[in-house]
């Protein structure tokens, strides 16, 4: 190592160095660009660039060893021959290009720079065998060998290195050890050498002088920078058009994503409507069904009972048998015209003619009057109605028939499904907000899953329930639109086999009066 550093500084012009040094930086970054350049192309426009980058390595490397020749200081003059020194700039370039297509083919990379560190070790003792001076060269093999090792081992580490980083940092480092294995091969070669002046040895054949190979160089450097410019333009004209054409292919694929969402959002409504079109199917036939059974039971009744007045299968109409048909018939009317009313309801709602005849309502006597309606199913079916209301209750602005409207349809359903001993609790409090009235049975429940579907129109939890129990599906929906005309609530929870909460909800807003108790509460 100090024998090549004396080498260096005691035997070159360091200012000529400097030049050798920078001269083969810059060949080595425009050789490594093109090969990084060649990695993105295929077929023949790879072989082009990579053949290229094989003429500016050797070039540089060529240029760089007789730079480095010129500052040698020998004490004597020296001349080149030509054919040797031709043959080593050719090599030079030869190798190189085979090396740089090794590296980025199907071998290892390391071969590649195997032989590029190959072609700066040729290029160097073919062009040492060039020189022609009135002197002995004596050989340290030794150095030789280190040369030779330095420049091979360098340059596959740095190809081997560069392949698999495949990134431009990876190819800046790759430039860099280029650089060194030129550098250190070439003054490691340098020292391996001494020249012993012997003015009987003769300079013949065809030479070159200092000066001319000073012109060769320059030519070989203009070279180098003229390649490196016409990459760098090439670089920027690919870099233009790939960025037009990036930018073309995003605005496609942007449209193309905006067709698939429009796509999806398209065949997502459509599998919507036709849900929607299916259930309202399925309502349908639930609804024609319930309706059917609703609507001929009590006709027959009153068809029947009529008929057997009308024939006075009992004598005449006095006897006491034709009062309880009138009372079946008064009580089968009454119930086709609840349904029809119920209907009506939804169909005016729906419409948008459904209005509120508001006037002021005492809570807790609509409460009451709703309870008695229904107090005789309730005994009938063995049930106990618990009425608990707070005393606290205000008076409210409200449509007094379509309150009890809702109420008795959440009681009636109630009644409905609540078995023999049971009991239903009507529990209303004045909220902070609202007015809440819940209805509380203990009948046989609904499912969690079951329970959207029993707050939709016509909606049926279980065929087998709407033979069982009477009725069309028709209470919840309207009680719960009734609700939302006052801008309330109506919700439901339940459990199977435990019971039934249905809860509805006023704002506070629509109180007028608050009792005595309530306002000293507050």
Same mark, same amino acid.
């Given at each position: 190592?100090?024998?090549?550093?004396?080498?260096?500084?005691?035997?070159?012009?360091?200012?000529?160095?400097?030049?050798?040094?920078?001269?083969?930086?810059?060949?080595?970054?425009?050789?490594?660009?093109?090969?990084?350049?060649?990695?993105?192309?295929?077929?023949?426009?790879?072989?082009?660039?990579?053949?290229?980058?094989?003429?500016?390595?050797?070039? $540089? +490397?060529?240029?760089?060893?007789?730079?480095?020749?010129?500052?040698?200081?020998? @004490?004597? !003059?020296?001349? #080149?021959? *030509? =054919?040797?020194?031709?043959?080593?700039?050719?090599?030079?370039?030869t190798m190189c290009g085979v090396g740089f297509i090794v590296a980025v083919s199907r071998f290892p990379s390391a071969w590649g720079g195997a032989i590029t560190g190959a072609a700066i070790?040729?290029?160097?003792?073919?062009?040492?065998?060039?020189?022609?001076?009135?002197?002995?060269?004596?050989?340290?093999?030794?150095?030789?060998?280190?040369?030779?090792?330095? $420049? +091979?081992?360098?340059?596959?580490?740095?190809?081997?290195?560069?392949?698999?980083? @495949?990134? !431009?940092?990876? #190819?800046? *480092? =790759?430039?860099?050890?280029?650089?060194?294995?030129?550098?250190?091969?070439?003054?490691?070669?340098?020292?391996?050498?001494?020249?012993?002046?012997?003015?009987?040895?003769?300079?013949?054949?065809?030479?070159?002088?200092?000066?001319?190979?000073?012109?060769?160089?320059?030519?070989?450097?203009?070279?180098?920078?003229?390649?490196?410019?016409?990459?760098?333009?090439?670089?920027?004209?690919?870099?233009?058009?790939?960025k037009s054409e990036a930018e073309r292919l995003r605005a496609h694929i942007v449209e193309l994503e905006a067709t698939k969402h429009q796509l999806e959002d398209t065949t997502h409504n459509?599998?919507?409507?036709?849900?929607?079109?299916?259930?309202?199917?399925?309502?349908?036939?639930?609804?024609?069904?319930?309706?059917?059974?609703?609507?001929?039971?009590?006709?027959?009744?009153?068809?029947?009972?009529?008929?057997?007045?009308?024939?006075?299968?009992?004598?005449?109409?006095?006897?006491?048998?034709?009062?309880?048909?009138?009372?079946?018939?008064?009580?089968?009317?009454?119930?086709?015209?609840?349904?029809?009313?119920?209907?009506?309801?939804?169909?005016?709602?729906?419409?948008?003619?459904?209005?509120?005849?508001?006037?002021?309502?005492?809570?807790?006597?609509?409460?009451?009057?709703?309870?008695?309606?229904?107090?005789?199913?309730?005994?009938?079916?063995?049930?106990?109605?618990?009425?608990?209301?707070?005393?606290?209750?205000?008076?409210?602005?409200?449509?007094?028939?379509?309150?009890?409207?809702?109420?008795?349809?959440?009681?009636?359903?109630?009644?409905?499904?609540?078995?023999?001993?049971?009991?239903?609790?009507?529990?209303?409090?004045?909220?902070?907000?609202?007015?809440?009235?819940?209805?509380?049975?203990?009948?046989?429940?609904?499912?969690?899953?079951?329970?959207?579907?029993?707050?939709?129109?016509?909606?049926?939890?279980?065929?087998?329930?709407?033979?069982?129990?009477?009725?069309?599906?028709?209470?919840?929906?309207?009680?719960?639109?009734?609700?939302?005309?006052?801008?309330?609530?109506?919700?439901?929870?339940?459990?199977?086999?435990?019971?039934?909460?249905?809860?509805?909800?006023?704002?506070?807003?629509?109180?007028?009066?608050?009792?005595?108790?309530?306002?000293?509460?507050?």
């Open positions: 190592m100090f024998r090549v550093l004396g080498c260096i500084f005691e035997q070159h012009d360091l200012r000529l160095v400097v030049v050798a040094g920078l001269l083969c930086a810059f060949a080595c970054a425009t050789a490594m660009s093109m090969i990084w350049r060649a990695q993105a192309t295929q077929g023949m426009t790879r072989h082009v660039w990579l053949a290229a980058a094989g003429v500016v390595a050797g070039c $540089g +490397i060529w240029g760089t060893h007789f730079v480095a020749m010129l500052a040698y200081q020998s @004490g004597f !003059p020296v001349a #080149y021959d *030509v =054919g040797l020194t031709v043959l080593s700039a050719v090599i030079a370039m070790g040729t290029m160097h003792y073919v062009g040492m065998a060039a020189v022609r001076a009135p002197a002995d060269a004596i050989w340290d093999w030794r150095y030789v060998l280190a040369s030779a090792v330095i $420049g +091979i081992g360098m340059m596959a580490w740095g190809m081997r290195y560069t392949q698999r980083k @495949g990134t !431009p940092a990876g #190819y800046a *480092v =790759g430039a860099l050890v280029f650089t060194l294995a030129i550098v250190l091969m070439h003054f490691t070669g340098m020292t391996a050498v001494i020249y012993n002046f012997n003015p009987t040895v003769a300079v013949d054949g065809v030479v070159v002088a200092p000066g001319i190979l000073a012109v060769a160089i320059t030519a070989s450097a203009v070279l180098i920078v003229a390649l490196g410019l016409i990459g760098a333009m090439l670089d920027s004209h690919l870099a233009h058009r790939e459509l599998l919507v409507a036709r849900d929607a079109a299916d259930a309202a199917n399925r309502a349908k036939s639930s609804f024609l069904a319930a309706m059917s059974h609703e609507l001929r039971t009590p006709l027959n009744a009153v068809i029947g009972f009529s008929e057997m007045m009308k024939t006075q299968v009992f004598g005449a109409l006095g006897h006491k048998r034709y009062a309880e048909y009138a009372n079946d018939i008064h009580a089968s009317g009454t119930h086709l015209l609840s349904l029809i009313n119920d209907i009506l309801d939804l169909s005016r709602i729906d419409a948008g003619e459904g209005t509120l005849m508001e006037e002021v309502v005492d809570l807790q006597e609509a409460i009451a009057q709703s309870l008695r309606m229904v107090a005789g199913q309730a005994q009938q079916g063995g049930l106990v109605l618990v009425s608990d209301v707070s005393p606290l209750l205000p008076l409210i602005r409200a449509d007094k028939r379509r309150l009890k409207q809702a109420l008795i349809n959440l009681l009636g359903n109630a009644v409905k499904f609540t078995p023999e001993g049971g009991t239903i609790t009507v529990r209303a409090r004045l909220d902070t907000s609202v007015i809440a009235i819940a209805v509380i049975d203990t009948g046989i429940g609904i499912a969690s899953q079951d329970i959207p579907r029993a707050l939709e129109r016509f909606g049926q939890v279980d065929s087998s329930l709407a033979r069982k129990y009477e009725g069309t599906g028709l209470g919840l929906p309207l009680a719960k639109q009734l609700m939302e005309m006052h801008g309330g609530s109506l919700t439901l929870e339940s459990t199977v086999n435990v019971g039934t909460t249905v809860t509805i909800t006023m704002p506070l807003s629509r109180a007028i009066v608050m009792p005595p108790q309530a306002t000293q509460a507050a």
